[in-house]
């Protein structure tokens, strides 16, 4: 299984950002799949997990209600929708392939791509 992200770029404070991650290799219904990110000189963290069939989403509490992961098995890809961005949300996104229900643990990351919020 290959993950590749795309989407990443320059964007304003209180602008919104698309990401996209197509998963090749294995129909992507048989795994839940996720968005990290890590900013420079701290630990990666979980933004956004879904399940397979995309009827359950996860989010911690640093992005509810900012962010959203939607998904379509038809084309194999997941996304995550961000709005009203922050600096703080800086950081390399990367995407993730769990097979089976979500749950610890990643089978699969994607390469990351850079989001970068900044006037």
């Known amino acids: 299984v290959q993950l590749q992200a795309s989407g990443g770029g320059l964007v304003q404070p209180g602008g919104s950002l698309r990401l996209s991650c197509v998963v090749n290799g294995r129909p992507s219904s048989g795994y839940a799949l996720a968005w990290f990110r890590q900013a420079p000189g701290k630990e990666r963290e979980f933004v956004a997990a879904?399940?397979?069939?995309?009827?359950?989403?996860y989010y911690p509490n640093s992005v509810k209600g900012r962010f959203t992961i939607s998904r379509d098995n038809a084309v194999n890809t997941v996304y995550l929708q961000g709005s009203t961005l922050k600096p703080e949300d800086t950081a390399v996104y990367y995407c993730?392939?769990?097979?089976?229900?979500w749950g610890p643990g990643v089978d699969y990351w994607g390469q990351g791509t850079q989001v970068t919020v900044s006037s």
């Open positions: 993730a392939a769990r097979f089976g229900i």
């Open positions: 879904i399940t397979g069939s995309g009827g359950n989403t």
